[in-house]
T-cell receptor, first 111, second 113 residues
């Protein structure tokens, strides 16, 4: 089976940089995805890493190291609107490659 | 362009009652999914439909049934609601089964008393 671990909560200051880590244990690996969810809202897709390295999309970047079974989401120039929960997810070959989700990291941003 | 639309947004049921959650997408996606989300937890897959005419169980299918009515619509039915089914339910769709970018509806907040 698959399991993912990410911190339950991270606090940062507006304008700063924050990194949210995700480690996974999988029987096979088919990429790491990141989603954002505001309180009371729906998850929205942020990024996907299928290969090692850094993927950049504006203020957000995502990194993957398959040899370490580890990835992170990097948020730069934090804004108050970035306050949300962030989920990592991997595809599970044992379940027809459906997404298995981490428990989420709540990002709290202080002025 | 509405994306993924779920109804209802809120529902309170008594134990033993039944109900159907409706979901429709207008993005011409092949794959559709039903998830539940409990406090402090990630999403757990209930059922999915890789393409029109097919449905498969996910991680937590017990107590639920689904129908892929056509390419656009995918409904979730609770035949006899239980308090353990109190949760937030999300419908999602993606272009194909292997595509990692899923689009979500706004959720249904269900309370079973």
């Amino acid at each position: 089976g698959q399991s993912l671990e990410q911190p339950s909560e991270v606090t940062a200051v507006e304008g700063a940089i924050v990194q949210i880590n995700c480690t996974y244990q999988t029987s096979g690996f088919y990429g790491l995805s990141w989603y954002q969810q505001h309180d009371g809202g729906a998850p929205t897709f942020l990024s996907y890493n299928g290969l090692d390295g850094l993927e950049e999309t504006g203020r957000f970047s995502s990194f993957l190291s398959r040899s370490d079974s580890y990835g992170y989401l990097l948020l730069q120039e934090l804004q108050m609107k970035d306050s949300a929960s962030y989920f990592c997810a991997v595809r599970d070959p044992g379940s027809n490659y459906q997404l298995i989700w981490g428990a989420g990291t709540k990002l709290i941003i202080k002025p | 362009n509405a994306g993924v639309t779920q109804t209802p947004k809120f529902q309170v049921l008594k134990t033993g009652q039944s109900m159907t959650l409706q979901c429709a997408q207008d993005m011409n996606h092949n794959s559709m999914y039903w998830y539940r989300q409990d406090p402090g937890m990630g999403l757990r897959l209930i059922y999915y439909s890789a393409s029109e005419g097919t449905t498969d169980k996910g991680e937590v299918p017990n107590g639920y049934n689904v129908s892929r009515l056509n390419k656009r619509e995918f409904s979730l039915r609770l035949e006899s609601a239980a308090p353990s089914q109190t949760s937030v339910y999300f419908c999602a769709s993606s272009i194909s089964e292997g595509n990692t970018e899923a689009f979500f509806g706004q959720g249904t907040r269900l309370t079973v008393v």
